[in-house]
């Protein structure tokens, strides 16, 4: 497997359900990201782990729980979701050096939908 | 309030004449952007960047321009191909950090 990967690629779960989306990256970095991307929205920066640490949470809805167990995976828990929650959810990964935003590689995404 | 605006959510183009594809954003402490480009069932994958200490970069037949007075940039293709007809989304962010902003997209057809 080469850059990042997600799964499950489609996602159908009730409101009262508990699933987990997983992001793995195979390019080395020390950065994890997840986004949220609805329709006409742009993309919603919900989660930042540096070096496996949390450093940013966008005022995210504790029903999404993230995991950062190495800086290769990168987990998002859900529970109790809202029928409008139902996005396409990205995780992306980076190398950050000290002073600089980097690029940022993406995987191919998990589309949610919630009933 | 969204900082990164792409106003055209869709623009059709004729096969071998340029694309442009416009961004204008309202932070001034922006100063590191990037133009993602993304398939349908595809995560976005990277394209070009442009630092702000640059007012233009290039990449075979893609070129960004960077207006910091005007707070704006774009993306120019050319030629262009079908296999460009894509969702491109603008980011910036502050080059300190690691939190990008991106824009609603603009999705490009070009027609054969």
């Known amino acids: 497997e080469t850059g990042v990967t997600q799964t499950p690629r489609h996602l159908v779960m009730g409101m009262t359900n508990k699933k987990s989306l997983k992001c793995e990256q195979h390019?080395?970095?020390?950065?994890m990201y997840w986004y949220k991307q609805s329709a006409k929205k742009p993309l919603e920066l919900m989660f930042v782990?540096?070096?496996?640490?949390?450093?940013e949470n966008n005022s995210v809805p504790s029903r999404f729980s993230p995991e950062c167990p190495n800086s290769s995976h990168l987990f998002l828990h859900l529970h109790t979701l809202q029928p409008e929650d139902s996005a396409l959810y990205l995780c992306?990964?980076?190398?950050?050096?000290?002073?600089?935003?980097?690029?940022?590689?993406f995987g191919p995404g998990t589309r949610l939908l919630v009933l | 309030d969204q900082q990164v605006k792409q106003n055209s959510p869709s623009l059709s183009v004729q096969e071998g004449r340029i694309s442009i594809l416009n961004c204008d954003y309202t932070?001034?402490?922006?100063?590191?952007f990037l133009w993602y480009k993304k398939y349908p069932a595809e995560g976005p994958t990277f394209l070009i960047s442009?630092?702000?200490?640059?007012d233009k970069n290039e990449d075979g037949r893609f070129t960004v321009f960077l207006n910091k007075s005007a707070k704006h940039l774009s993306l120019h293709i050319v030629p262009s191909q079908p296999g460009d007809s894509a969702v491109y989304f603008c980011?910036?962010?502050?080059?300190?950090?690691?939190?990008?902003?991106f824009g609603t997209g603009t999705s490009l057809t070009v027609i054969p």
């Open positions: 980011a910036a962010s502050v080059e300190a950090g690691n939190q990008f902003y």
């Open positions: 782990y540096n070096f496996k640490e949390q450093t």
């Open positions: 932070n001034s402490m922006f100063d590191y």
């Open positions: 390019l080395g970095h020390n950065a």
């Open positions: 992306a990964s980076s190398q950050v050096a000290r002073g600089g935003a980097e690029t940022q590689y």
């Open positions: 442009i630092s702000s200490i640059k």
